[in-house]
């Protein structure tokens, strides 16, 4: 799928998750939107914020490391700390990373999240200027 094509946006309210993305190191801003728009997997996005633009990654799934079986969007936004609850975002999906995965240990999942973003950041071109083009 080539997301830029269909300018497709996904629009919510941040809300409080289980807050397991920060235990892991990599906080995210917990959607309330449909889970349903898209794959499960995770995604390289922008994230408009107050008319601000921000890279990140998107995970659509039930996190299955964590057992869990909501199915829920979430971002660990690039270059971005603060609190969001309670505010409105929109995100655009520009390029699928992988499919969800279920991993033997936290430690893998980190590892991997690890990976994917250095993927996204090469995909973003992010050096020295973190709003360069997308690749």
Known sequence: INFRQKEFNIRGKVIHGRKKGRELGFPTANILANPDL???GVYGVTLNYKEEIFFGLMNVGIKPTFN??????????????GEIYGEFVECQPLFRI???QKFDSIEQLKH???????FAQKRFNLKKD??????
């Open 38 to 40: 898209l794959e499960k």
């Open 68 to 81: 869990s079986l909501e199915k829920t969007i979430e971002v660990h936004i690039l270059d971005f700390s």
């Open 98 to 100: 992988r499919g969800e």
């Open 112 to 118: 991997q999240i690890e990976e994917d973003i250095k």
């Open 130 to 135: 973190k709003r360069k083009t997308i690749h």
